[in-house]
Each structure stands twice: as C-alpha cells, then as structure tokens.
C-alpha cells in the first residue's frame, strides 16, 4: 500500500553524476567535488523525507569506480568513513535507516565494521530508507543473487531472485534520476529499473538543489505508468464499479 502524499515517488533512486566536473569547473581537485556531493546528498535526504518520499537509493561506489585513480579511490573511502561518523546522528534524528547494498566481501574489515554500525543504529527509524550502493553493480547483483540460490539448491524464479537480490528489502523504485547529462543506466539497479520512470538532469550533482528535486518529481506525477498496460485499460480500472 503507498504510504507517500498523491504524486510523490514512494521510492526514488539517483545516480550522483558530475562531482568531478563541478570540482574541475573550480579548479580544484576532483575530491572536492565528492565533498560536495556529500553535502548535495544530505540536502537531498532531508527533501526527500520533508517530502515524503520514503525510500531514496543513491549510487555512491560502483564496482567499476575501482579502476579510478588510486588517490581518488582512496579519497572516496575516507569520505564514506567521515561522512558515517558524522551523519549518523543527525540522520537518526530525521527517522532516517542506512542500508548498504553491495560487495562488502572486497571492502577494508574497517569500512565492513563502520557500514554494519551505521546499519545498527539506524534500523529501528522508519521514515525513509536511504539505501547507499557502495561497491555496487547491477550484474554483480544479478549474479550473485543467481549464485545463492543454486548453492542453495532453490530454483531460479523472478520472485527468488528479486529476493535474492540486495534491495529485496525495498519496492522497486518509481523515479530514477541521473544527473550530470549523461544517459544511461551505468550498471545501476538493472533488475529492479525495469518500470521505473527515467529522469535525466543536466545540472551536476553538487548543483542538484531542492527545486531541481521538485521539478524531477513534478515530471514523474505527470508521466503515465502502464506496466506493460494500454492507457484504455488503466482509465477504465480506475472507474468506479458499475452497478446492475
Ligand atoms: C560521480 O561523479 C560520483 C561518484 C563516483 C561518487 C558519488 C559520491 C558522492 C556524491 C558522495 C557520497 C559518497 C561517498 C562515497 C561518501 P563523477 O566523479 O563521475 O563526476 P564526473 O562525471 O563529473 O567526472
């Protein structure tokens, strides 16, 4: 059942694009614009619950980010590590619950430890659900989602492996925005994107504000969600039953 107000996504998601080129438009290092996409993303969470949204997942840390150079790497990292200590409370006092979705299996026995802390505290809130993909990717979900079950012996059905899979925790989500300009999906939430409405936004991450926000979900309320349906036939399920 939709717990949200009328035309508010229930579940939003959001590939954080364009750090880099905020912080290189500056002239200044691409970490610095990570910093900032810190404090994006804090604005944005607390939209979102003034909103009633009640689940946003973010793409912080994609598998591939890896391949970033080492230092940059290594700046992500400690950034997630602070930005855990200091956020906790505050997110906690908004009714915010942390998830992690993704790879723990490669992440320092530190960062496990901080990322199961930040679960613990948080999971008795209940006004959003912020779920943070961190050494994340939508194969790698797929994947190792397909990979449990046949351990398992379970067979593989589109209800196990939704299950299986990360964000089984969650609806799918209704809106998911990119910003940055680019168009396309980059290995983010390939299963559970299936029906969900595509927004794509040409202002950089750090620059995504409140009205940019209101403005994704004023186009979301104006789309029409078929699932597959024709737009006759949800017009006439949504009138009132004819009496005999
Ligand atoms: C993409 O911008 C952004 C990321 C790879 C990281 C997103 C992370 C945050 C917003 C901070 C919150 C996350 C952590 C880890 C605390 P880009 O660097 O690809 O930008 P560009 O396309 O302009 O180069």
Redesign the pocket.
């Known amino acids: 059942m939709s717990t949200e107000p009328a035309g508010i996504p229930h579940h939003i998601a959001i590939v954080?694009?364009?750090?880099?080129?905020?912080a290189?438009r500056r002239f200044m290092p691409?970490l610095a614009?990570?910093r900032q996409?810190?404090e994006?993303?804090r604005r944005c969470v607390r939209a979102c619950v003034a909103r009633g949204v009640r689940v946003l997942t973010v793409?912080?840390?994609?598998s591939e980010?890896w391949n970033r150079p080492q230092d940059e790497v290594s700046g992500?990292m400690e950034?997630?590590g602070k930005?855990l200590v200091r956020e906790v409370p505050q997110l906690s006092q908004d009714g915010v619950r942390l998830c992690f979705v993704g790879d723990r299996a490669s992440l320092s026995a530190g960062m496990r430890g901080a990322l199961e802390q930040a679960e613990a505290a948080t999971a008795a809130n209940q006004r959003l659900t912020l779920n943070v993909c961190?050494n994340y990717g939508g194969r790698w979900d797929i994947a190792q989602a397909a990979a449990s079950l046949a351990a398992r012996g379970e067979p593989i059905t589109e209800s196990s492996l939704h299950g299986a899979m990360g964000m089984a925790h969650v609806p799918d989500p209704d809106l998911l925005i990119r910003t940055?300009g680019e168009k396309r999906i980059s290995n983010f939430l390939l299963w559970q994107a299936a029906y969900s409405e595509l927004y794509f936004s040409d202002r950089?991450?750090p620059d995504f504000d409140e009205a940019a926000l209101d403005e994704a979900i004023a186009d979301y309320a104006g789309r029409e969600r078929r699932f597959g349906q024709t737009s006759e036939q949800l017009q006439s399920a949504q009138q009132p039953p004819l009496r005999a």
Do not use: I, T
């Open positions: 954080m694009d364009g750090n880099g080129r905020w290189k691409r614009g990570h996409g810190v994006s993303l793409f912080a840390f994609s980010n992500l950034l997630m930005a961190f940055g950089l991450w």
